[in-house]
C-alpha cells in the first residue's frame, strides 16, 4: 500500500517535470531561434535543413545592426520617454493610489468606479480624437504625447498601489501623524520606504510598457530622427528583407535590457503582483 | 471589489452628523465643528491627490471620447474643418466588406485565443503550483515570454514562422513534416497569430498562480480523504475558488485580443488576402493612411461599444458562476 502511494507520486512527478520542460522549451525556443540567427553568417542563415548550432560565431553582425540605422539615437529617444514616463507616473499613482487607500470623501466609491472602468476602454476609440488635440497643439513630431498623459495616472497602477497601500499597518502613519507630520511627509517617510515591491512592480510595467510600444509612436513620430527603437527595428524590417542575421542581432539588443530588468526584478515584481493581485 | 468605507478615517455617518450644525455651541458641538473641519481637511486632501487623475480623465479621456462621437458623424481628412454628414459614417460601415472582413478576423482570432490562453496558462499555473525542486527557475522561464512584445517579438516570429529556414518548419521537418506556410499562406497566417499569443500567456499565468496559492491545503485534503478523485477536486474545488481569477483573466484577455495591432502592421500587413486584416489595424490604415479621420472615429465607438457589451454579458453572467472565499 505504502509502495504503491509512493510509486504513484514519483509517477505524478516526473510527469510535471516532463511537462515543465517541454513547456520551458516551448518558451525559450524563440529566444534561442533569435540569438543563434544573430550570429550566423549570411550563407549560413539560408542553409538547407537549417543549421541547429551556429558555428562559425559571426558576432560583427551585432556592430553592423547597429550601424546600419541610427541605433543609438533610437536608444536615447526611447531613453528620454521612459525615464520622463517613469517620473510621471511615479508621482501622480502613488498620490492617487494613496488618496484612494486612506483619505475618505464623498463621492471616493463612484470615482473609484470611473478609475476602474477605463481599463476597459480601447486606445482604438482614443486615438483619432487625440491625435486630432495633440496635432493642433503643435505635438506631432515630439515626444510629449507620449509623456505627458503619464504625468496624469493610469487606472491599472492606480488599483495596483491602493491594494498595497491598504495592506500597510495604519500604526506607522499614526504615529507620524501624532509627531505632527503632514501628508506629504507622511507619503515620503513612511508609505514609499515600506511599499518598495509595489513601486518597483509599477517601474517595471511601466518600462515594459513604454519600450514595447509600437502604436502610440507610429502615429506621432515620422521624423527618423525622433523614432525609437520600436520604429527604428519596423523601419529596419523594410530596408534589410531577408538580412535575417542583422534583424535577428538587432531584436537581440532591443529585448536584452527588458528581459535583464525583468531578471533582477522578478522576485519583487511576482511578490508585487501575487501581494496586490486580486485580494480585495 | 469591496469599497472599503469601514478602513477608512471617518465614516460616512460621521461625515453626516458633522455637517448638522445649530447657532448655539456646546462644547460637545466645538469639538464636533473641530471635526468637522478636519473632515473637510481631509476631503480637500483627497481631491487635491487625485486632481492630476482627474484632470487626465477630463482631457485625455472623457474630453476625446465625446469630441470622438462628434467626429463619427463628420467626414473629416484632417486638414479641411470636419463636415457632417450625419449617419453617414455608419451607413457605409454596414456595406463595407472590409469592415465585415476586419470584425470577422477579430472575432476568430480572440474566441479562439481568449480561451486557448486561458487554458494553457491554468495548466501552467497548475504545474507551477506542484511540490516539486526547481520552480522558481520554471516559473522564471515561463513567463519571460510575457516580458517582451511589440516589433521585436513580432520580428523574431517572424523568423519562426519562415516557411524554409524558419523554427517551426526546421522542428517539423526533423519530425519527417513538412510544414505550412504559415503567415503567407492565406489559410495559415491568422492561426499562426493565435499560435504566437500563446507565447504571451504568461501574465494570467502568473494571476492564477497567486489563486491558486489562496486555496486552502486542508480543504483539498478534505476533499481527498472523502475520496474525491483528482478530477473531481479540480473542478469542485480549484476552479470555483479560482473563478475570480478567471473573471478577471477573461474580461482583460478579450479587451486585450480585440486590440491586435502590432502583429498585422509588422508581420502581415493585414495580409495575404486580408485574412489578418484585424479591426484596430483596418482603424488605423483610415485614419492615418486614408486620412479618413471621420470614418476611423465611427470604427473606433463601434469597437467601444463591442467591447463594452462583450464585458457587461461576462460580468452578468459572472454571478452564476464566480464565487468568493467568505461569501
Not at chain 1, 550566423?40 to 539560408?46: G, I, L
Not at chain 1, 470611473?114 to 481599463?119: D, P, Y
Not at chain 1, 542575421?245 to 526584478?265: D, E, H, K, Q, R
Not at chain 2, 470614418?295 to 461576462?314: D, E, K, P, Q, S
Request: charged content about 10%.
Amino acid at each position: 500500500m505504502v509502495m504503491t502511494s509512493n510509486v504513484r507520486r514519483s509517477v505524478g512527478r516526473a510527469i510535471v517535470y516532463v511537462l515543465l520542460i517541454i513547456f520551458s522549451l516551448a518558451s525559450l525556443l524563440p529566444f534561442y531561434w533569435m540569438v543563434s540567427a544573430s550570429l550566423k553568417p549570411n550563407y549560413s542563415v539560408f542553409s538547407f535543413p537549417p543549421q541547429w548550432i551556429p558555428w562559425p560565431l559571426e558576432w560583427s553582425n551585432y556592430p553592423k545592426a547597429m550601424t546600419f540605422v541610427p541605433f543609438l539615437q533610437f536608444f536615447v529617444n526611447t531613453l528620454i520617454i521612459v525615464v520622463s514616463t517613469l517620473i510621471g507616473s511615479l508621482m501622480s499613482n502613488i498620490l492617487v493610489g494613496y488618496a484612494f487607500a486612506r483619505l475618505e470623501a464623498r463621492g471616493k466609491n463612484v470615482l473609484f468606479y470611473i478609475v476602474l472602468s477605463t481599463m476597459m476602454l480601447p486606445y482604438a476609440v482614443l486615438m483619432v480624437p487625440q491625435y486630432a488635440i495633440f496635432s493642433s497643439l503643435g505635438w506631432v513630431n515630439t515626444f510629449l504625447p507620449l509623456i505627458v498623459p503619464s504625468f496624469f495616472g493610469n487606472a491599472f497602477f492606480i488599483f495596483l498601489l491602493r491594494q498595497f497601500f491598504m495592506g500597510i499597518p495604519r500604526d506607522l502613519e499614526d504615529a507620524a501623524a501624532i509627531d505632527g507630520a503632514g501628508l506629504f511627509s507622511t507619503i515620503v517617510r513612511i508609505i514609499i520606504p515600506v511599499s518598495w515591491p509595489a513601486m518597483i512592480t509599477v517601474c517595471i510595467f511601466q518600462i515594459q510598457f513604454t519600450w514595447n510600444d509600437f502604436l502610440g509612436p507610429l502615429i506621432y513620430l515620422n521624423k527618423q530622427s525622433m523614432f525609437t527603437l520600436a520604429l527604428g527595428l519596423n523601419d529596419f524590417i523594410g530596408q534589410y528583407t531577408g538580412s535575417w542575421n542583422l534583424l535577428m542581432a538587432a531584436s537581440t539588443v532591443i529585448l536584452l535590457p527588458i528581459l535583464l530588468i525583468f531578471y533582477f526584478g522578478q522576485r519583487l515584481f511576482i511578490g508585487g503582483i501575487v501581494m496586490t493581485g486580486l485580494k480585495d | 471589489m469591496k469599497g472599503g468605507d469601514g478602513d477608512c478615517y471617518y465614516s460616512r455617518r460621521q461625515v453626516h452628523m458633522a455637517n448638522v450644525q445649530t447657532e448655539v455651541m456646546s462644547p460637545v458641538k466645538a469639538t464636533r465643528r473641530r471635526r468637522n473641519s478636519l473632515q473637510a481637511k481631509r476631503e480637500r486632501l483627497f481631491y487635491i491627490l487625485v486632481l492630476p487623475w482627474v484632470i487626465g480623465f477630463l482631457a485625455f479621456t472623457l474630453g476625446p471620447m465625446v469630441y470622438s462621437l462628434y467626429l463619427s458623424f463628420t467626414h473629416w481628412d484632417l486638414f479641411s474643418s470636419p463636415r457632417f454628414i450625419g449617419l453617414g459614417n455608419y451607413a457605409q460601415l454596414s456595406g463595407d466588406p472590409l469592415f465585415w472582413q476586419s470584425l470577422r478576423v477579430t472575432s476568430i482570432y480572440s474566441i479562439v485565443s481568449v480561451p486557448l490562453g486561458l487554458i494553457v496558462s491554468l495548466m501552467l499555473a497548475i504545474l507551477l503550483n506542484q511540490k516539486v525542486k526547481g520552480l522558481s527557475v520554471f516559473r522564471t522561464i515561463l513567463y519571460l515570454p510575457s516580458v517582451v512584445s511589440g516589433v521585436a517579438v513580432s520580428t523574431v516570429f517572424m523568423w519562426v514562422f519562415n516557411p524554409q529556414f524558419g523554427l517551426l518548419n526546421a522542428l517539423l521537418g526533423e519530425l519527417g513534416v513538412k510544414g505550412p506556410g504559415w503567415l503567407s499562406d492565406p489559410n495559415w497566417a491568422l492561426p499562426s497569430l493565435i499560435l504566437m499569443s500563446l507565447w504571451g500567456v504568461g501574465g494570467n499565468m502568473i494571476i492564477f498562480l497567486a489563486g491558486l496559492q489562496n486555496i486552502p491545503v486542508s480543504l483539498l485534503e478534505a476533499a481527498s480523504l472523502d475520496g474525491a478523485t483528482l478530477w473531481r477536486r479540480f473542478w469542485s474545488v480549484t476552479i470555483p475558488i479560482l473563478s475570480p481569477s478567471i473573471l478577471f483573466n477573461l474580461v482583460l484577455s478579450i479587451i486585450n485580443q480585440f486590440q491586435t495591432f502590432t502583429q498585422a502592421y509588422v508581420m502581415t500587413n493585414g495580409g495575404p488576402l486580408h485574412s489578418t486584416l484585424f479591426y484596430v489595424y483596418y482603424l488605423f490604415e483610415n485614419a492615418f493612411q486614408y486620412l479618413n479621420m471621420g470614418y476611423a472615429a465611427a470604427l473606433g465607438w463601434i469597437l467601444f461599444i463591442i467591447i463594452l457589451v462583450l464585458t457587461m454579458i461576462v460580468l452578468a453572467t459572472s454571478k452564476k458562476w464566480v464565487f468568493y472565499q467568505g461569501e
